[in-house]
Structures are given as structure tokens and as C-alpha cells.
């Protein structure tokens, strides 16, 4: 088959998947957070951990819960990486370093999982399962509670309470990531994924080499890894390794996991605020955005000028051949667009203006359709900031979902969508004006400043996958990136819960015939344009020093 057919019809099988999967999944998600129920393991875990499942939460009682959880699971974490050597399945490694363990602490608890380390050299089996897979569970499942909360504050009137963070969370992981995780553990192992708990194998070669090949338990994080737009890998070469990604069936099946939950939250969305029409409308403005980044990057992969990219039908360097351009570049696209640091291709050896558009596509706040929970609420925000643009060139106060956006709302909403900005533009501006961060680039030029912006734009915005070519495990870049995930996950989860605590007061404004209709086409129109609009601003000027410098002179 001719490969551009053959892409067309794998990205045309996961949209048909997910369209399938949208409308079920979604309301049965819908259904875990309106569920007066709680089942019995729900119960026992509430115990352990001294919560009143049926108590409701203020916003900043809300707030505290998220930030004194994840706060623990940094200590924790961080503690169980420096002591590691005594502890079981150590498999001989050393403890890691002060600043690798932070710096990997505050990944996986922010749902960013940045790797500074190779998994397979570094970290111990007890490190990787009891540690970094548990974080990859509860750190989805953290994002999804507050975007629950958020819409909770758009649903409810006249009332501050946004429901209860330790039951959204428990529910989170018990009715939705285990068992879906466990079925597509099950799916990997069939393609061909490891899973196991033993330690490097040495094999035999036929030239009588000794080989070393690492075991663990791969298919199982593979799963939540990419379920939860999590992304940290078992091995260094994350899912471009055969053992975690072992062939195309394999590869969309990932693809599919990552797009799972923030392609079905729409129609959570639209189900608890009781018109599932809204819903659609967030969802086409996420595929609209999703589509574009994908149909540009392939078919600037297969166009890439040279004689080797001619002879090869397309750019194949860092590229898996039993991959090709297209799922790589589907894969690319997917995972930047759904703070997913999962790879499946050498990142920086993608040409300057497809690796243009993969930074722009975490630029845009991951929203397209974003990380797990976090894509929602990020898109809710830029529908927000949407309503209000559009009651000032008619010139009347905006609403949306029968709530006013004032002028607290309006800042709050802002506030959230600059905080990834100021970090990225800020940290890879002063890393940029030290001889020490630069000296860490192995390129010079415009390349070169791409992978420190791609450095702190995954981190910044929770992503995870690197540009690489960069030498990020150093005190500065463990630190400062450390820093970046953390203050780049929370702070807006500050706004977030404010924003959903001042909108829950509200009483209804009832519908008028002046009441812009934000179901319609017209409106996913806007919002599309307000987020292009507010990202490209934001972020043109480094974009045109890095990528777009690199991808014009070549």
C-alpha cells in the first residue's frame, strides 16, 4: 500500500475509535463523578486515609486537599529514589542524586514525568512500580478531579462547595485508570510488550557476543503511562524501545490511549452541566486544532528537502523504520498536544518547522485536547477568555453556561493561562544569558536554542518528552525544570479552583435572545482563533528565533 494511503487510513481508524468510544465513555465518566454511591474498595480507602467521602469541599478547602496530597507524594517519592539501595528489587543501582530525585519527584507527581535518567540504568524495579507507576495513577487522576471541580462550579448556583477532592480522586483511580490501564496492559502484553520482574537477561548473539536485555514490568506502566498522559518510560528510548512499543499495532493502540480520557472529558463536560451540546462544541475546537498540528507535521516529514529524506520518501532520521514518518509523526503531534511525554522518535530530528509546530502544540497550554483533565479545564479557560472577547465587540456583558464572566473571572482565567508563559520565556531567557545552561546544548545556533525552549516548554506545561540533544542532567536544568513542572502544574490549578468557587456563588442568568449561542460552529470558530491568537502572540518571538530561523534557512 502506498504510505501516504497507509497513514490516512491509520489516522482514520483512531478517529473512528475515538468517535465510538466518545459518547459511552464520556458519560460513563460522567456517571463516576454524580455517583452518590461508593463502593466498597472506595470505602476502605477512605478509611486508610481518615476522608468523609460525602462531605463537600470550598474551593480553597478543595485547594488545600490537591496541594497537601501532591506535597506528600513529592516526599515521598523523593525519599523512596535517595534510598533505594536498601530497599528490595534494588537491582544493584545506587541511590540517585539530590537534585535527579527532586527533579523526578516533582515530574511524576506533576503529571509531567521529564526524564533526566535512564529508566533502565537508574531506577530500581521497586522505584519504578511502587513509585513512579503509582504517581503516574494518582497524578492523572489529581487532573482530573480539578477539571471535575471546575465544571462542578459552571453546573452548581449559589453555593461554594465544588464537591470533594478525595472522593474525585479515589474514584478517579479506582472506576476509571485501573481497569481501563489493566485491559490495555493486558492488549500490550499480546503485542509483544515485556512485562516481568526480573533484571537484565544476558543473551547470547550469533557473533558470540554477550548482550544484555533488560526485563520489568513494562506492559503494565506502558498502559497508565499513556492513558494518563503521563509519559515516563521504563526505558530511555521511551516507547521507540521494541520491548514497550513492539510494532504498528502496538504503536496506535498507544496513540489511542492518549487521546482516550481528554477527547471523552467533552462529553463529561457536557453531561454534567446538563447540554451535551456545549460539549461538542469544546471537543470540535480541540479536534480542529488536533488535525491541523497532525496534517501539517506529516506532510512536512514527507517533504523534507535532501537527497538521503528523497531516497527514503521522507525525513526517516530518528524515526523507528517499522514506524515510518506518518505514525511518527501522528504519534509526535498526539503526544505534544496531550502534555504526554511518551515518544516513539527522536524529537529533534525532526526538521525546523514540523519541530516548530510540536512546540507550538504544547505553547498552546496542551488544551488540543490536552492532558488528562488538565486539556479540559485549559480549554475551558480559553473559552472563558472566548465569551468575554466576544461580549466586547457587541458590547454587552459576556456569559457562558448562564454564569457572568466579570472582571474576577476574567483575571483569574488570565492569570491561569499566563503562568506557563512567564515560566517558559522567563527560565529559557536567563538559561540563555549563562554560559553554563547553554554549554549543555549540542547544537549551536538556532537548534541549539530550540532544545532549551523545548526543555522548559515540556516542562512547564507538564509534558514531559525533550527535544533532546540536550544534556538536562545537570544541577541547573534538574533544578530549574524541577521548579518549572511544579510551579507550571499547581499555580494554575490555583486560578482553576477559584475561578470554579466564584462561578459555583453565582445565580443563573437566564437566557436571552442576546446570548451569544456557544454550542454553534460560530463559537468553536472564535475559540479556535482566540487560542491560536493568545499562543502565537505569547510565543511567536522565540518560535521565530528557534524553529522558524532554523526551518527558513534550511
Not at 229 to 243: E, M, Q, R, W
Not at 364 to 369: F, S, Y
Request: aromatic letters at 8%.
Amino acid at each position: 500500500m502506498n504510505p501516504v494511503l497507509a497513514d490516512v487510513v491509520q489516522v482514520s481508524a483512531l478517529v473512528v475509535a475515538l468517535a465510538l468510544v466518545h459518547r459511552p465513555f464520556g458519560d460513563y465518566m460522567a456517571r463516576v463523578y454524580t455517583s452518590e454511591r461508593h463502593l466498597r474498595a472506595e470505602r476502605w480507602l477512605y478509611r486508610a486515609i481518615g476522608a468523609d467521602p460525602d462531605a463537600e469541599q470550598r474551593w480553597t478547602a478543595y485547594l488545600r486537599s490537591v496541594l497537601a496530597f501532591s506535597a506528600v507524594s513529592v516526599l515521598l517519592l523523593y525519599v523512596l529514589m535517595r534510598t533505594q539501595d536498601k530497599l528490595p528489587l534494588s537491582l544493584g543501582f545506587a541511590p540517585i542524586s539530590p537534585d535527579q530525585a527532586f527533579n523526578t519527584a516533582a515530574s511524576f507527581t506533576s503529571n509531567t514525568n521529564w526524564q533526566s535518567y535512564s529508566g533502565e540504568s537508574a531506577m530500581s524495579l521497586l522505584t519504578q512500580t511502587a513509585g513512579l507507576a503509582v504517581q503516574n495513577f494518582v497524578s492523572a487522576a489529581v487532573g482530573i478531579a480539578v477539571a471535575v471541580a471546575l465544571v462542578r462550579g459552571f453546573a452548581r448556583s449559589r453555593t461554594g462547595e465544588l464537591g470533594n477532592f478525595w472522593t474525585d480522586l479515589v474514584r478517579g483511580v479506582v472506576r476509571i485508570l485501573l481497569p481501563v490501564s489493566f485491559a490495555a496492559a493486558v492488549l500490550l502484553v499480546a503485542a509483544g510488550a515485556v512485562q516481568n520482574f526480573s533484571g537484565p537477561q544476558d543473551v547470547h548473539t550469533i557473533s558470540g557476543a554477550v548482550q544484555q536485555l533488560p526485563g520489568g514490568a513494562v506492559a503494565s506502566q506502558e498502559a497508565i503511562k499513556d492513558l494518563g498522559t503521563n509519559g515516563g518510560g521504563v526505558y530511555n528510548a521511551n516507547s521507540a524501545h521494541p520491548f514497550e512499543n513492539p510494532n504498528a499495532l502496538s504503536n496506535l493502540l498507544e496513540i489511542f490511549l492518549l487521546l482516550l480520557i481528554p477527547f471523552s472529558l467533552p462529553r463529561t463536560f457536557g453531561r454534567m452541566v446538563g447540554n451535551v451540546r456545549q460539549g461538542y462544541a469544546i471537543v470540535a475546537a480541540m479536534a480542529v486544532i488536533w488535525i491541523a498540528g497532525v496534517i501539517a507535521v506529516t506532510t512536512l516529514e514527507f517533504t523534507h528537502p535532501g537527497a538521503a529524506s528523497q531516497a527514503a520518501g521522507g525525513a526517516m532520521e530518528g524515526k523507528e523504520t517499522r514506524f515510518g514518518e506518518g505514525a511518527s509523526s501522528l504519534f509526535a503531534v498526539s503526544t505534544t498536544m496531550t502534555s504526554t511525554g511518551s515518544v516513539n522518535s527522536f524529537h529533534s530530528s525532526y526538521q525546523g518547522l514540523s519541530g516548530g509546530v510540536l512546540l507550538l502544540g504544547m505553547m498552546l497550554g496542551e488544551i488540543a485536547p490536552g492532558g488528562v483533565g488538565s486539556g479540559l479545564y485549559g480549554m475551558l479557560l480559553m473559552a472563558v477568555v472566548a465569551v468575554f472577547v466576544a461580549g466586547l465587540m457587541v458590547g454587552r456583558t459576556p456569559e457562558y453556561l448562564g454564569k457572568k464572566i466579570g472582571a474576577r473571572e476574567i483575571k483569574l482565567a488570565a492569570c491561569a493561562i499566563l503562568v506557563t508563559p512567564l515560566l517558559v520565556l522567563g527560565l529559557t531567557a536567563t538559561a540563555m544569558a549563562l554560559p553554563g545552561p547553554i554549554a549543555s546544548a549540542a547544537n549551536p545556533g538556532p537548534h541549539g536554542f530550540s532544545e532549551v525552549l523545548y526543555a522548559y516548554t515540556s516542562g512547564a506545561n507538564n509534558n514531559g518528552s525533550a527535544f533532546a540533544g540536550l544534556d538536562a542532567d545537570t544541577t541547573w536544568f534538574n533544578t530549574t525544570i524541577g521548579l518549572a513542572m511544579l510551579f507550571g502544574r499547581f499555580l494554575p490549578m490555583v486560578f482553576v479552583l477559584a475561578l470554579a468557587g466564584s462561578l459555583a456563588r453565582q445565580a443563573p442568568v437566564p437566557e436571552t435572545a442576546g446570548t451569544l449561542r456557544t454550542h454553534r460552529p460560530l463559537f468553536t470558530g472564535l475559540l479556535v482563533g482566540v487560542v491560536t491568537v493568545v499562543a502565537g502572540l505569547t510565543f511567536f518571538p522565540a518560535l521565530a528565533l528557534g524553529p522558524l530561523a532554523e526551518g527558513l534557512s534550511g
